[in-house]
């Protein structure tokens, strides 16, 4: 373990050696600096794609940051002599060959072989497209990555400043127009956020694709409760470098409530301001708060939002997507007047599992001002969710540490509903013999015999069933399928920011503890993340309560609830309703007239 205080925080930074490179699987390529052209029509993926332009590529460039760390990238660019704007792809996974280039490969989850050339990295876009169109593609490892120097830093102002510098460096080279922009999917769009809000001049557009913006509230710290085992275990596990990485397990240790070092990792929205095409997804069990939060927040006049039905990896590289990508990039770092303006601010899937979506519903902004709300009372005297407050005041119970105990409420919908839009839980709880609790929730819908109806989010048949094959008690795996929005509550990091809460969207502080005495009940607000969700008439719409994740499994390394994240949850649990307790669900409903 080794410290230093980054960045001026005032706080110490664990650090721990990075994954060597020689590790077996980790498959980093030795430096190979050098020019090559790749010939059109060759082919560098079984049944990929040829090459349908020539591309240069200069393999390992180096570019010099402002602390003179040296850090290395791969330049893929047309072969004519003519100025082109260049597309920076900012990536911890491998911007040549590597474990997640292996073992990631988009093809795995669905992608057709014939839409990909083979040359794009992890999470990021085609090379091959983007030169025959008139773009060079700039693959650059992060600090502390492969074989880039430096330590490994996860997210904050330092990255974000990284990114500046190597923004201007590209626009400064003889072959660039000077406009850069940067492109990719999940940690490939969460630093994003961070370099934008750097505000290089030479950055001229980013797209951002399904990238949070907060790593301690929608990461490893979501509602209070700590689980690492996401970015521990499936992400940072498989990153490999040559001398040290951040230790962000070891710093929610040692600092579990909001500090200077977790505020660090709250990307500045209100910082950037160039045009930006945003893609969000309601399934994604790490992404979806923070990427629709970004749209609202970030100061841009020109900004975009896409809200997709299908797996992010698969997303990026359909073909009708990168021709719409196209189009923004050809406004904004061409200058050609292409009508892109005219497209939807807001284009939404409205996600109907057991049923068809609707894709690409125009809308003019996010939330949808037309929103009504619904208030669902919580009935423990029959399982049900009502309209009117329970005159009676009743009791529901769970064991807290009890992995397989749960309490469900049901309504039964008599006609078709939209849920779009942000939903509340408020709560009556104790602990019968404990002085914290950990609330996990879920809202699904079932068929009329109870059956759990799911979205699954690829298109390919041999993928779908594959996935439904992996149903594991009426639940899929996360980040495959999805059936409603979840959330989840720390009982003791339950005070709020009175001045960013609004009924239905309360902001933890996370800044203190407020400890139960056992059996002392307590109002909460646990959130659910946005969601939209039809509900057909007879369908029913269920809300799940336990002391352990519910909703979607988790299945590595495919982010998802850790099924067995460690809790403070001891004996029963107890949530009041009724009479005085006010326990319910807050729905955010569409007017059936205004549905596209």
């Not at 930074?13 to 020689?22: E, G, Q, S």
Request: aromatic share 8%; with cysteine.
């Amino acid at each position: 373990m080794d410290v230093h205080n980054q960045d001026n925080l005032d706080v110490e930074v664990i650090f721990r050696p990075a994954n060597p490179l020689d590790t077996p699987g980790a498959l980093v390529p030795p430096l190979q600096t050098g020019t090559t052209v790749l010939p059109k029509g060759s082919v560098h993926a079984k049944g990929g794609m040829p090459l349908p332009s020539d591309i240069r590529l200069d393999r390992d460039v180096a570019v010099t940051l402002r602390d003179d760390t040296v850090i290395y990238g791969d330049v893929y660019r047309p072969t004519g002599d003519e100025p082109v704007p260049v597309i920076l792809v900012w990536t911890p996974y491998g911007k040549f060959q590597g474990w997640w280039n292996k073992n990631m490969y988009a093809t795995n989850f669905g992608v057709p072989p014939e839409d990909l050339s083979g040359l794009q990295g992890f999470e990021a876009l085609d090379p091959a497209y983007w030169c025959d169109h008139g773009y060079a593609i700039a693959v650059v490892d992060v600090r502390g990555t492969a074989r880039s120097g430096g330590d490994l830093l996860w997210w904050g102002r330092a990255g974000g400043r990284d990114i500046h510098d190597t923004v201007e460096w590209l626009a400064e080279q003889q072959w660039c127009s000077g406009k850069v922009a940067m492109a990719g999917n999940s940690q490939l769009a969460i630093l994003q956020w961070f370099g934008a809000a750097e505000r290089p001049p030479h950055l001229a557009a980013i797209a951002p694709w399904e990238g949070c913006v907060d790593m301690y509230r929608e990461d490893v710290g979501r509602g209070g409760i700590q689980e690492t085992k996401f970015h521990a275990q499936d992400v940072a596990a498989f990153l490999y470098g040559e001398n040290r990485a951040e230790d962000v397990v070891a710093m929610l240790a040692k600092y579990p409530l909001m500090n200077a070092y977790w505020a660090d990792k709250r990307a500045r929205l209100d910082q950037i301001d160039v045009p930006a095409y945003i893609v969000a997804s309601w399934a994604h069990p790490i992404h979806c708060h923070g990427t629709l939060q970004a749209f609202r927040e970030i100061t841009s006049t020109d900004k975009w939002l896409r809200v997709s039905n299908e797996l992010e990896w698969v997303d990026i590289a359909d073909p009708g997507n990168v021709a719409d990508l196209r189009r923004f990039f050809d406004r904004y770092l061409k200058g050609i007047d292409n009508g892109w303006e005219d497209t939807p601010r807001v284009r939404l899937s409205v996600l109907d599992p057991g049923g068809t979506d609707q894709v690409a519903r125009p809308e003019s902004e996010w939330p949808l001002a037309r929103q009504g709300w619904r208030t669902l009372y919580l009935n423990p005297a029959n399982g049900t969710l009502s309209e009117e407050l329970p005159a009676q005041e009743a009791l529901a119970r769970y064991q807290g540490d009890d992995p397989a105990s749960s309490v469900t409420f049901t309504c039964t919908f008599a006609e078709d509903a939209e849920i779009t839009g942000h939903l509340n839980l408020h709560l009556w709880v104790e602990a019968e013999a404990a002085n914290d609790m950990d609330l996990f929730a879920a809202v699904y819908k079932t068929d009329s015999e109870g059956r759990r109806l799911h979205h699954v989010e690829v298109r390919s048949p041999e993928m779908r069933a594959a996935i439904l094959g992996m149903e594991t008690d009426g639940r899929l795996p996360s980040g495959f399928g999805y059936e409603g929005p979840s959330g989840r509550l720390r009982v003791s990091h339950r005070a709020l920011d009175p001045e960013r809460s609004t009924p239905s969207e309360p902001y933890l502080t996370h800044t203190e503890e407020q400890f139960l005495t056992p059996g002392e009940c307590v109002p909460v607000e646990l959130a659910l993340w946005p969601t939209s969700l039809l509900v057909r008439a007879g369908e029913r719409l269920v809300v799940e309560i336990a002391g352990h994740p519910v909703g979607n499994v988790s299945v590595p390394p495919m982010p998802g609830p850790d099924q067995n994240v460690p809790t403070r949850n001891k004996g029963t649990h107890l949530i009041r309703t009724g009479g005085t307790y006010d326990s319910h669900l807050l729905l955010p409903i569409i007017p059936p007239t205004s549905r596209g």
